[in-house]
């Protein structure tokens, strides 16, 4: 038995991939209206996230922060509760590489494997099973896993011990902040030169500077639809502060980061933290046209 647990916007469609693949599945989300589509598909429920653990032999986390895994992992009901000797959790959340290793030390306490497989790729690829994973873990557990990361992923990386799967997930973030961040600017300050909107988004994606991401995120800029999000301003602003903060510990400044993490911290101050990451440049474009 596969468990699955956070069957939040990427939850929500990876299990569903192990579930069309015809994996049994059981699964636990906070929120458990959430976990109904899957359950009406045959995913069982499970009441806690010891419970998860107690009836699966691999159980994926795909949690919003820190703080939500440590909800999930610890204390009475808590997945390391649960887990059986032997088992195998892939931490598939996006966190920093020294929550990753404490996790894996308390992990190793029980006899339980831990691998983290952060992802690369959004709704889209979530949906093809085209996500990229970035583990970090024992090289026989990632061949263990692998069969079943190939259900959600075209690409598995192994790239080293554990924690080495979140620190490629937050460089990789780090440029996702900056990219998004730079094409909103782009975007709004070619409007205020009296450029239009789709026109210029056409000369900017057909050159050489657009990054793979802007083809799919131009779409949320030319609609203006940002509050269904696909991915967070809370979740970019996460993934940028775990970033600023694993950095401190290695004396490594990152100041560009630092400062287009500012922006996003400036969203969510406003209240748009549960809009699409995409909504820095509803917000650029209404400073500019003051
Ligand atoms: P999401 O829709 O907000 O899902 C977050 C999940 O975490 C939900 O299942 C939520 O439960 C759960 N959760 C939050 N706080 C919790 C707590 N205190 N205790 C227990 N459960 C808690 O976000 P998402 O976009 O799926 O992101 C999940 C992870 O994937 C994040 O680490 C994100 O950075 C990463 N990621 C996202 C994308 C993307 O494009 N969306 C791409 C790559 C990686 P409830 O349903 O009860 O709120």
Not at 111 to 119: E, I, Q, S
Not at 277 to 283: M, N, P, R, W
């Amino acid at each position: 038995m596969i468990g699955f647990i956070g069957i939040g916007i990427m939850g929500s469609r990876m299990a569903g991939r192990l579930l069309a693949a015809g994996k049994p599945l059981v699964v636990h989300n906070r929120t458990k209206e959430k976990a109904d589509p899957l359950i009406g598909k045959g995913a069982k429920w499970a009441d806690s996230p010891r419970a998860v653990g107690e009836q699966a032999d691999i159980v994926f986390t795909m949690l919003a922060d820190p703080e939500a895994v440590d909800a999930v992992a610890y204390g009475e009901n808590g997945l390391l509760n649960g887990l059986n000797p032997g088992s195998l959790w892939i931490d598939s959340s996006t966190i920093n590489p020294a929550h990753s290793v404490r996790l894996a030390k308390d992990a190793a306490e029980k006899n339980v494997r831990f691998l983290d497989a952060p992802v690369a790729g959004s709704t889209g690829p979530a949906e093809k099973g085209e996500l990229i994973f970035f583990v970090g873990g024992s090289a026989k557990d990632v061949e263990e896993a692998r069969p079943l990361l190939s259900i959600m992923g075209k690409d598995i990386q192994h790239k080293g011990a554990n924690g080495q799967g979140t620190a490629m997930k937050l460089v990789n973030n780090l440029m996702l902040g900056q990219t998004v961040a730079a094409f909103s600017e782009a975007v709004a300050f070619g409007e205020s030169l009296g450029l239009d909107k789709k026109g210029l988004i056409h000369s900017l994606l057909e050159g050489p500077t657009a990054a793979p991401i802007l083809h799919f995120k131009q779409h949320k800029v030319l609609d203006g639809d940002f509050e269904k999000a696909d991915f967070k301003v809370v979740s970019i602003y996460k993934d940028m502060e775990l970033a600023a903060e694993e950095a401190y510990t290695h004396n490594f400044a990152l100041p560009i980061s630092n400062t287009v993490k500012s922006l996003y911290g400036l969203l969510k101050q406003k209240g748009m933290g549960e809009y699409d990451f995409a909504s820095l440049y509803k917000f650029l474009k209404n400073d500019s046209n003051r």
